[in-house]
């Protein structure tokens, strides 16, 4: 470990807590008959419908072709409709997605949020909300080294 910089102990730190926080998540959200990637989707489309899938692919951690299996999943289990407007599907929630989410949500909300608030303080949080935000947009811009 003494030849990692504190910049690969940030980045492995963080991997560690999003996965568990995700495995968390998913044994959570079992109670609404969700995972983590399925209650994403649905709230990337209750933010932003009518949207197309490739809009939604741009917006959630899912591959194009996760994205296609879960979307067929979504609309069996009657969360979603795709609608063809001319040359454009488009994707909306039904009234079966926004009553699970209505209870979901606040309830996932406070769920993630506790791992923050159990151990940070108000101006931590910030700071930490703040240097995150930093580090992502650089990350958006950042190039892939030559091959």
Do not use: C
């Amino acid at each position: 470990m003494r030849n990692n910089t504190i910049g690969s102990l940030i980045w492995l730190r963080l991997m560690r807590f999003t996965n568990q926080s995700n495995q968390m998540s998913n044994d959570f959200l079992k109670r609404f008959d969700l995972t983590t990637a399925q209650f994403d989707v649905l709230m990337q489309i209750s933010v932003y419908q009518p949207l197309t899938q490739m809009e939604l692919a741009e917006k959630v951690t899912v591959t194009q072709g996760g994205i296609s299996r879960m979307l067929v999943r979504l609309e069996n289990e009657g969360y979603i409709v795709r609608k063809q407007d001319w040359k454009t599907k488009t994707i909306r929630l039904t009234a079966k997605a926004e009553a699970i989410l209505e209870q979901a949500m606040p309830e996932q909300l406070a769920f993630q949020t506790s791992f923050f608030d159990d151990v940070l303080n108000h101006e931590e949080q910030t700071t930490l909300y703040t240097l995150m935000t930093r580090v992502h947009k650089h990350s958006q811009k950042k190039e892939l080294p030559p091959e």
